[in-house]
T-cell receptor, first 113, second 110 residues
Framework: EPEVTQTPSHQVTQMGQEVILRCVPI?????FYWYRQILGQKVEFLVS????????KSEIFDDQFSVERPDGSNFTLKIRSTKLEDSAMYFC???????????FGNGTRLTVT | GQSLEQPSEVTAVEGAIVQINCTYQ??????LSWYQQHDGGAPTFLSY??LDGLEETGRFSSFLSRSDSYGYLLLQELQMKDSASYFC???????????WGAGTKLIIKP
């Protein structure tokens, strides 16, 4: 069964550094998402992406964050000038239609020290 | 604001039946979804209700009442592997954002 893959599985970075989290969505999916989950808390929506542009973003997704689909298969989340509170599990998800179930990757655990 | 309420924790015995409730207050409604998440894992889709009534998928069923802004997930013949967190999520409108509940941790005892 096709799956969403994310790399790296764990990223440690120093405060103020930039990180890029990478995702390869399922190949025939058209809708892409980034979510984050602070340990033990609920899943929080960051951004959705469709037709090569951001379709919706949350209050969390401020100027520190950006997304890109550089080559038709990868979907990346860039976090500039990381802060301690950015430490969380970041999940990429994709779907083949607007209201279809989301398929999640296994996540990247980001630790900012 | 938009919110979903579900119990933080439910405990049940292996082989039993458990119901996890979810009530929602959202600006619109495009369906109620349920996801399962094992510790350290990714959320996995379980079920989706757009219309009132019961949807059954094997040991799991999900119910929706739009007039009551309420749904539940029913797990039957509980197995130890069902120990996980269960999240309800609502898509409130014609955007792409799912609003998530805080999750219910299901603890299963032998």
């Amino acid at each position: 069964e096709p799956e969403v893959t994310q790399t790296p599985s764990h990223q440690v970075t120093q405060m103020g550094q930039e990180v890029i989290l990478r995702c390869v969505p399922i190949s025939n999916h058209l809708y892409f998402y980034w979510y984050r989950q602070i340990l033990g808390q609920k899943v929080e929506f960051l951004v959705s992406f469709y037709n090569n542009e951001i379709s919706e973003k949350s209050e969390i997704f401020d100027d520190q964050f950006s997304v890109e689909r550089p080559d038709g298969s990868n979907f990346t989340l860039k976090i500039r000038s990381t802060k301690l509170e950015d430490s969380a599990m970041y999940f990429c998800a994709s779907g083949n239609a607007f209201n279809s179930p989301l398929h999640f990757g296994n996540g990247t655990r980001l630790t900012v020290t | 604001g938009q919110s979903l309420e579900q119990p933080s924790e439910v405990t049940a015995v292996e082989g039993a039946i458990v119901q996890i409730n979810c009530t929602y207050q959202t600006s619109g409604f495009y369906g109620l979804s349920w996801y399962q998440q094992h510790d350290g894992g990714a959320p996995t889709f379980l079920s989706y209700n757009a219309l009132d009534g019961l949807e059954e998928t094997g040991r799991f069923s999900s119910f929706l009442s739009r007039s009551d802004s309420y749904g539940y997930l029913l797990l039957q013949e509980l197995q130890m592997k069902d120990s996980a967190s269960y999240f309800c999520a609502v898509r409130p409108g014609s955007n792409y954002q799912l609003i998530w509940g805080a999750g219910t941790k299901l603890i299963i005892k032998p």
